[in-house]
Structures are given as C-alpha cells and as structure tokens.
C-alpha cells in the first residue's frame, strides 16, 4: 500500500506536535484509542472564552502514518475556528483530504473522535454540559 | 559506497543470485524441452538437468535423490505432506500435533482438515519461542499420525530443538513434519541426523527463484506414504502430477549448491553484522528483542520499539529500507503478528515489533545506515507519542482505562 502525497507531507512535517498545560481552565485534551489496537491520540485546544475561538491545538499521537496526518491535520483545521464549529468536522472530510483508503479510515474516525473528546473537555471544566455525538458510520 | 535502498527483509524473499539466474538462463530458450517427453533429445536434455539439481537439493538436506518431490513452493509442499499424510494415514488415526506459531501455509491447511474430520492440537511456545518437549510427548495419543512443527520461525529466527522432537517422535511411532523454508541453506539442516520424515522448503528464501520448492519425503525407515493432491501425468513419482518448471528447478539446484558452499562463512558473517545491529539498537531505551536469542538463525532480529507502532516507524525510512513489522497495520486484519502474540507478548509490543532479515548481499555499511535511521525515526516519533510522553511522566499506562475500538 503507498500513501498519499498529503499522509507522507503530514508525516514528515507534522504540524502542532506538542503538548499544552492541561490543567488550564482554557484548554481541552482529547485522549483517544487504544495502545492494544495499534493507536493512541492526544489532541488538545485552547480556547479563547471570549470569543470561544481555538487559538491553539497540539497533538501527540502513536500510530500509523495515516494516524499521524489524520491528527496533524485536524490541528491544522481547529486553528481559528470556534468550538462549536470544530464537532462539526466530520470524519470523511479528513479522508478525502488525505485521499486515505478503506482500510485506514479508522484513522479518520480517531482523529474526529479526538477532537469531540477534547471539545467536551473543556466544556465540563467550564461548567458545560457534555456534547452527545452519534456514532460515526465507520466505527 | 553505501548501496541503497537497503533489503531487510529476506525472510519475506531473496533476490536471486546472480550465478543461479545464469544457470537457468538455457532452460527457457535452448533447453526447453518438456521433462517428460521421452522421444527427442529436448526432453532427454531437460530430464537431465532436473536429476542434476534433484542431485543438488538432496545433497544439501541429506536426503536420497528419490525422496525430493518438487513442488511449486513450501506452501504446496506444507499442503501435500498434510493432506496427502492425513488421508493417506486415515485408517491409523486423525490426529494432528502442531504449535500455534506455525506458517499460515500449515495453520491454515489443518484448519482445512478439520473441517474434514481432523482432529489437530495446537502446541503453545514459551516467551521465548520454544515449544515444552513434554507437552509434546504428552499430546500424543494412539491417534496420532503426524507432528507438524516448524524448522525456524519466519517472525522471529528461533529454531525448534528438532533432533529433540524427533527422539519423541520416533519412540512413539509417529511422523513428523517440517517446514524449513527458513532454515534450509541458511543453517545445517539433515534429514536423517535430524529424524525428519516429511520436509517443505523453497528456493526463493535461499536466494533461488520464486515459483519452485520441495517436499522431502522419508523412503526408508519408515516409509511414509502419502496420497497425492493433483492428479494428472503422475510427475514426481506420481506424488505431484504437472509439467516440471525446468529452470526453476535448475536454478533451484544451483542455489542448493551456493549455499553447501557458501552457507557456513555465510552464516558467521551476517550473525556478526545482525548482532552490531541488535546491540545498537537494543541500546535505546524501551526495546525489547523478542524470541529466543541462544536459539535462533543467524541473519535476523526481531525487535519491539515500545512506544511507537510498527508501521508508522517503517513509514519514517520505507524509501531507503525495506524490512516488516508484527504491526496490525501492515496487513489488513487489524490483529497483530500472531506469532509475537504466542511468545506472549501485549498487543503493545507486538504493534511496535520490526524484524529485520540480513542476507547475502547485505554489507555492513548497509547495517550502519540502518542504526541511524532507525534510531533516528524511532527518536523522531517517541517525541510524538502521547504514551512515550506518558511512560516519561511516570504514568502507569495500564491505569488508563483506554477505549478499545
């Protein structure tokens, strides 16, 4: 199986690998996946209260290197949009983007998984209740 | 001058050596008689250069000349000494011994056979690799018509105690069969110093071509009997009807020659170029070596980065090195190596495993580059893993309730 030119720019020059302090009020982490299952993804924002725009997302992930663009690129894409607008990326959006195929689209589901898991996050620790998402098609 | 791309992975296949490709070359366009036609000099000339490397693979495995069928590959090797043995046995008994780290060629094969009536136990190995002799004896019943258990592992390079297990099966009146496709011509394999009745191997592992192997089957004390699986010309003794692939054949002959030659030097070259690289390696933090490493071949490793997953460190240097991984990734079951999984390893571990397989053409610059790439991207995506950040918090990964997907 080859890679997309996208998966192989992502996975040689990820973006916004890093790690934000946690136990701010501003910031959201997402820890999804398993280490058993081959996949484990950290993703985290920080959000501005005023304007409930994301300002920063880092992400750290073990996995493949589909695991790793899907993850790179959902910072890349959380970056400047409002918390409300970032569930609303949808899985298949990263898969048409990194042109991932059938086998790999649960990389994809992670990396939605990841960004639902941090938004909600930071919504419990601001005192808001917690999103429910349906479950996503490919999971 | 650092040769790249660099091959690791020749458990997988070898390229063919030049000097075999050059004795097979007439065999497609002078020589190309059919091995079966009897009235004209182009058969007489094809017979004669199979009889040759007949010659040449029995003398490598010790075995008489009479005792080698050859076959398409060690898989259809494996499928004709199981099938053939268990209908051929039928009226002694329907039992089966194997180990659960076998080849899929074998695994698969006595999943077939039980659905045919078969009844097949599945040896456990230690963490090491290595099947308990006494577990062995243990499974076998009045029943019991065949131990298959491999030569040496294709993931790991741990070599079964075969002259061990024959003593047990020989006292008990019971065949065994190997599959030594990574073995043979790598290692000294024998077949009447090891006790071995029933032998799959092939040519490609051993730097011949694709296409071609052997099944070795015992003549004389005992006599193994063994019912065919195609039917057609009656080639091979009637134990494998179709037009024998007269070059392949040669080439694997010559191959068979190269490494009676060649095997022993060989051998102590690549074990001193896999253990540089398996002492670097094993330098970094976290990685384990997995299998046996006193019982093992010579020109392979196999080792666990924890921390990273397999497929994504391949990923870091794929364009200069080829070698696989036990990860789930690399194939599209999403479960990871079974085999890793038997010597009991976590799924952790063995979606972080690389095996490496050194080979004949492998030089130690190659090896160098090797080491640096590989500990520069394992470097490269510990710094991007969330559990190698994790593990350096002091976090227990195992307190983490982790949703399993």
Redesign the interface.
């Known amino acids: 199986m080859s890679?997309s030119e996208k998966v192989l720019d992502h996975?040689n020059n990820?973006k916004n690998?890093g790690?934000l302090d946690k136990s701010k009020s501003t910031v959201g982490t997402g820890?999804?996946?398993?280490?058993?299952?081959?996949?484990?993804?950290?993703l985290q924002i920080e959000v501005d209260p005023a304007t409930q725009l994301i300002t920063d997302a880092r992400f750290?992930?073990?996995?493949?290197?589909s695991?790793?663009a899907s993850s790179s690129l959902a910072t890349e894409w959380l970056k400047g949009k409002t918390v409300e607008e970032a569930v609303q990326i949808d899985n298949m959006d990263i898969v048409e983007e990194l042109s991932l195929p059938p086998?790999k689209i649960?990389c994809s589901?992670?990396a939605e998984d990841a960004i639902r898991a941090a938004v909600n996050d930071y919504r419990k620790k601001n005192g808001l209740p917690e999103l429910t998402f349906e479950e996503s098609a490919a999971? | 001058m650092l040769k790249l791309p660099v091959y690791l992975d020749n458990n997988a296949t070898t390229p063919c050596d030049p000097r075999v490709v050059e004795a097979m070359l007439p065999y497609f366009t002078e020589v190309f008689g059919n091995a079966a036609s009897r009235t004209h000099p182009f058969g007489w000339a094809a017979e004669e250069a199979v009889d040759y490397a007949r010659e040449q693979v029995a003398k490598l495995v010790g075995a008489d000349t009479k005792e080698i069928i050859f076959t398409s590959g060690a898989t259809e090797a494996d499928n004709l000494a199981l099938k053939g043995v268990f209908e051929a046995y039928a009226s002694k008994g329907n039992h089966i011994i194997t180990t659960e780290i076998e080849h899929k060629a074998v695994l698969d094969t006595c999943r077939h056979l039980e659905k045919q009536g078969a009844a097949i136990s599945y040896l456990k190995v230690n963490h090491e690799g290595l099947i308990d002799l006494k577990a062995l004896e243990a499974a076998i019943t009045p029943q019991t018509i065949l131990v298959a258990i491999m030569y040496a592992n294709n993931e790991t390079g741990v070599i079964n105690p075969i002259r061990d297990i024959s003593n047990i099966t020989r006292r008990h009146g019971v065949l065994l069969m190997t599959d030594a496709a990574q073995a043979v011509g790598k290692i000294p394999v024998d077949v009447n110093r090891d006790g071995i009745d029933l032998m799959a191997f092939s040519a490609h592992k051993m730097y011949g071509p694709k296409g071609v192997g052997a099944l070795y089957v015992r003549r004389k004390s005992p006599r193994v009997k063994l019912i065919a699986q195609a039917d057609g010309g009656g080639h091979e003794r009637g134990m494998r009807s179709g037009t024998l692939n007269v070059p392949g054949i040669v080439g694997f002959g010559k191959a068979c020659e190269l490494a009676m030659q060649e095997m022993e030097e060989e051998g102590k070259r690549l074990a001193l170029l896999r253990d540089k690289l398996e002492k670097a390696l094993l330098q970094l933090e976290e990685t384990y070596l997995n299998g046996s490493r006193e019982h093992r071949l010579p020109h392979m490793t196999n080792i666990s980065f924890k921390y990273v997953e397999g497929e994504g460190l391949i990923m870091g240097f794929n364009k200069n090195l080829a070698l696989s991984s036990g990860s789930a990734c690399t194939s599209a079951s999403l479960e990871p190596s079974y085999v890793l999984k038997a010597l009991g390893l976590g799924d952790d571990l063995a979606h972080s495993s690389l095996r490496f397989g050194l080979g004949r053409f492998t030089d130690e610059e190659q090896i160098d580059y090797t080491i640096q790439a590989v500990t520069a991207t394992v470097n490269k995506l510990r710094e991007m893993s969330p559990l190698w950040e994790m593990y350096k918090d002091g976090v227990d990964l195992d307190t983490i309730a982790w949703a399993h997907h």
């Open positions: 890679y996975y990820p690998v790690t820890l999804v996946g398993a280490p058993a299952c081959g996949d484990v993804m950290r750290k992930t073990f996995g493949c290197g695991a790793i086998v649960h589901v992670l999971n």
